[in-house]
C-alpha cells in the first residue's frame, strides 16, 4: 500500500488516508507492541522508522483518528514533544476539522448544530449512543457537538458538511443517524430500510479540512476533495 504524504516538516505528517485500513490496533498495548502489518501506522514505521520514538504502542505518534472506511486527512507527530503539543490543541477545541458527509433522506435545515451527550450503546458494544443533554448524566457520557451544513441536495440522499466541535469515537456517524439521516453506506449506524447508493462499497464520509498550529508556530490549512470512489457516486446522483 502505498500511502500518500501530503505535508511534512521535523515535527508533523499530514496523510491523505485511504478507506479501508484501520489506522492503528486497539488490542495492541506497550507490552505486546506487535503492530498489524496491515494498520496505517505500521506502514509509515516501515517509511520512517523514527516514529517509534513518538508516544508509545500502539498508537505512537498518531494525534487523532479516522475509522477504518472513512477516509480523509490524517495527522502524524513524528516525535513526543509534538504529539503533547498537537493534543493538546484538540483537546482544548482549537482544531477545525470538517468531513464531508452523504446522508440518506432529505435533511430539511439548510444548517444545524447537534449537540448531545454520547456514550457507549449498552445494546451493540460496537455503537455509541447518542443523548438530550436534558437527560442526567450518568458516569461514562460525554458533551458532542457537530454542525453540518448542506452542500447539495439529490432525490434520496443530502450531501452535507459536517464540522465537528468535539472528537468522540464514531460522533457525526451516531449523530447524524440520531436525527434520522444516517450516512450512506453505513452498515452500523443505517438503519434496516437505508437506501444506498448504487456502486457504493463502504460509509460516505471523508475528512476532507483540517486547520491546526503546527509546532514551529505556523497555523496550517489543509484540503483534501473526495476521493474518486465518492466523487462517482455524487457525480451518478447528479
Not at 503492530?35 to 522508522?49: A, D, M, R, T
Not at 475509522?67 to 483537546?91: C, R
Not at 432525490?155 to 452535507?160: F, G, I, N, V
Amino acid at each position: 500500500m502505498d500511502l500518500k504524504i501530503i505535508y511534512q516538516d521535523n515535527d508533523v505528517i499530514v496523510i491523505d488516508k485511504p478507506a479501508g485500513i484501520i489506522v492503528f490496533n486497539e488490542g495492541v498495548n506497550s507490552l505486546t507492541p506487535k503492530l498489524p502489518e496491515n494498520s496505517l501506522i505500521e506502514q509509515l514505521i516501515k517509511i520512517q522508522p523514527d516514529l517509534k520514538n513518538a508516544g508509545q504502542a500502539p498508537r505512537y505518534g498518531i494525534v487523532h483518528r479516522l475509522d477504518k472506511d472513512t477516509s480523509g486527512l490524517l495527522l502524524v507527530a513524528k516525535n513526543s514533544e509534538a504529539l503533547i503539543f498537537l493534543q493538546k490543541q484538540f483537546k482544548n477545541r482549537e482544531v477545525e476539522k470538517k468531513y464531508i458527509a452523504l446522508v440518506t433522506g432529505n435533511v430539511k435545515d439548510d444548517k444545524g448544530v447537534i449537540h448531545t451527550f454520547i456514550t457507549r450503546s449498552k445494546s451493540d458494544p460496537r455503537k455509541q449512543k447518542a443523548s438530550w443533554l436534558q437527560d442526567a448524566k450518568p458516569e461514562g457520557k460525554r458533551e458532542a457537538i457537530s454542525d453540518y451544513k448542506v452542500i447539495q441536495r439529490f432525490r434520496e440522499y443530502t450531501l452535507l458538511e459536517v464540522a465537528i466541535k468535539t472528537g468522540r469515537k464514531h460522533q457525526i456517524r451516531c449523530h447524524l443517524a440520531y436525527i434520522h439521516h444516517p450516512i450512506a453506506g453505513d452498515y452500523i449506524y443505517g438503519f434496516k430500510d437505508s437506501p444506498k447508493p448504487q456502486g457504493l462499497e463502504r460509509q460516505f464520509l471523508h475528512a476532507s479540512y483540517l486547520k491546526i498550529k503546527l509546532p514551529d508556530g505556523n497555523t496550517k490549512e489543509f484540503n483534501l476533495q473526495l476521493p474518486e470512489d465518492l466523487q462517482l457516486i455524487v457525480d451518478n446522483l447528479k
